[in-house]
Structure formats: C-alpha cells, structure tokens
C-alpha cells in the first residue's frame, strides 16, 4: 500500500507542477507555432460540443459554468492594487554577515588550538615522566 500511496502522491505532485506551468505559461503557449498547427482551439471546441451531445444532463445548467478569464479577472484586478514591501540585500550587507560569521569561528578555532597546545605541554612536561635511573 506503501508503494501506491507514495506513487499515487509523485503523479498529483508531478500533474499539479505541468498545470501550475501550463497555466503561467498559456498566453505563450497559445501564440506558439505547434499549437496554431494544430489547431487545438478547434479540437477543444469539438470535444467540447461531442460532450454535450452525449452528456445532455451535465451540460442542461450552462449559466453556471463561468469562462476561466472570469475566474481569475478579480484577482489580477487584487495583484495589481497590492503594496509590497521588498527587503534588499545588498552585497556589502552579506559580505559584513559572512565577514562576522568567519570571526565567530576563527576565535573558536583558536580558543581550542590554544586548548590543545596546553594539554600537549601538560602531558610532555619532564617531572610527569618517570625516568629509571641505571
């Protein structure tokens, strides 16, 4: 069941990305060369119309359905009212915060070569070594 559940989730994950870029996308998409070639206004139109001579009763409330320009006209209409607030990270900023970052780590790099080069002495300190004298 493992495998079904993580394969089912990859698929919509996968589906969701193509749609998420298709829609981004559309306008240049519909100006491209292949979809003209095809024609696929055409074939949507008669897919559309092939639905609606075999599924009548699907189709009887056509008033509710609303065009997908209409979905997204309000909104665009809200994005482009909207204020926003940008942070600007400036070079001298991060090279500062790297700068501080590099310190913090330099002492502490220190601090315990310091650490090591006393232990080192402690431990070869002459009066610690028993010596046998012959």
């Not at 994950?13 to 981004?24: C, F, N, R």
């Not at 315990?112 to 004298?133: L, R």
Request: hydrophobic share 40%.
């Amino acid at each position: 069941m493992g495998k079904l559940f993580k394969g089912l989730v990859k698929f919509t994950v996968a589906a969701a990305a193509v749609s998420g870029l298709a829609y981004v996308f559309k306008d240049q998409i519909k100006e491209s060369e292949p979809y003209k070639k095809y024609e696929v206004d055409d074939k949507i139109k008669k897919v559309k119309t092939t639905l609606k001579e075999k599924m009548p009763a699907i189709f009887d409330n056509e008033a509710d359905f609303v065009e997908e320009d209409a979905l997204f006209e309000d909104l665009d209409l809200a994005a482009e009212d909207v204020e926003r607030d940008y942070v600007s990270i400036t070079p001298e900023a991060v090279v500062e915060d790297v700068k501080d970052a590099a310190k913090e780590v330099t002492d502490k790099v220190e601090e315990k070569v310091e650490e090591i080069k006393e232990a080192v002495e402690d431990a070869t300190d002459d009066d610690d070594i028993p010596t046998i004298n012959a």
